[in-house]
């Protein structure tokens, strides 16, 4: 069965003398590994070259057979970020996360609201420093972790109203990439904090 949907890559590494397997996260089908055949034409046209920081729109043929390495038939690029790089703290920054989603974002498992989300941050980490809005570091760092565990069913219920408030409008701006609440910085390192403390708690990778 021919599937589609977009990949966010985030390794890459030579497979015999010409292909590449790359692997990334998708909001279908969660992390992915792709075989990429590039001598292979595909619509008329061979692969593109591709590399991690890259998004692209991809059909494949979701019959992996026992190696969960799946076989394009179509891919194109739709967003590059890779300037991220150009930025050391971003660019170190950015890996961190990729390690981090590569652990433990499941196969198979669809993760919409977090590809959104790490799509959002990425283009944080390209725009500007003097755009309106921009989301610092932590506030990426507080975003991504608050949707997975919003997503996987993590995050608790407890605190007060406003405190829920807060924590349902900053999953809700991180998902649609629009201005997160206007607090102050230390409330997000604050927020990072006790996100990270639920990391821990769940056993979850860093």
Same mark, same amino acid.
């Given at each position: 069965?021919?599937?589609?949907?977009? #990949?966010?890559? +985030?390794?890459? &590494?030579?497979? =015999? $003398? !010409?292909?590449?397997?790359?692997?990334?996260?998708?909001?279908?089908?969660?992390?992915?590994?792709?075989?990429?055949?590039?001598?292979?034409?595909?619509?008329?046209?061979?692969?593109?070259?591709?590399?991690?920081?890259?998004?692209?729109?991809?059909?494949?043929?979701?019959?992996?057979?026992?190696?969960?390495?799946?076989?394009?038939?179509?891919?194109?690029?739709?967003?590059?970020?890779?300037?991220?790089?150009?930025?050391?703290?971003?660019?170190?920054?950015?890996?961190? #996360?990729?390690? +981090?989603?590569? &652990?433990?974002? =499941? $196969? !198979?498992?669809?993760?919409?609201?977090?590809?959104?989300?790490?799509?959002?941050?990425?283009?944080?980490?390209?725009?500007?420093?003097?755009?309106?809005?921009?989301?610092?570091?932590?506030?990426?760092?507080?975003?991504?972790?608050?949707?997975?565990?919003?997503?996987?069913?993590?995050?608790?219920?407890?605190?007060?109203?406003?405190?829920?408030?807060?924590?349902?409008?900053?999953?809700?701006?991180?998902?649609?990439?629009?201005?997160?609440?206007?607090?102050?910085?230390?409330?997000?390192?604050?927020?990072?904090?006790?996100?990270?403390?639920?990391?821990?708690?769940?056993?979850?990778?860093?």
């Amino acid at each position: 069965m021919i599937s589609q949907t977009s #990949i966010i890559i +985030f390794s890459k &590494k030579p497979y =015999q $003398e !010409s292909d590449l397997i790359v692997n990334g996260i998708t909001p279908d089908y969660g992390r992915i590994s792709l075989l990429l055949h590039r001598g292979l034409k595909i619509a008329e046209k061979k692969f593109p070259s591709c590399d991690i920081f890259q998004e692209f729109d991809i059909m494949f043929d979701d019959r992996a057979g026992n190696s969960n390495i799946f076989k394009p038939t179509e891919f194109e690029l739709a967003t590059d970020f890779s300037s991220i790089a150009e930025n050391a703290k971003n660019f170190k920054f950015i890996g961190k #996360i990729g390690s +981090f989603l590569m &652990k433990n974002v =499941q $196969e !198979s498992l669809p993760a919409p609201f977090l590809y959104d989300t790490l799509r959002n941050v990425m283009i944080q980490l390209i725009i500007g420093d003097e755009t309106d809005g921009k989301w610092s570091l932590v506030q990426c760092a507080v975003a991504i972790k608050m949707v997975f565990l919003y997503e996987n069913g993590l995050l608790p219920s407890e605190g007060t109203p406003e405190q829920q408030e807060i924590i349902e409008n900053i999953i809700s701006s991180a998902i649609e990439g629009t201005l997160l609440p206007e607090l102050p910085q230390q409330y997000y390192t604050s927020l990072n904090q006790w996100l990270d403390a639920l990391f821990d708690y769940h056993k979850i990778q860093k």
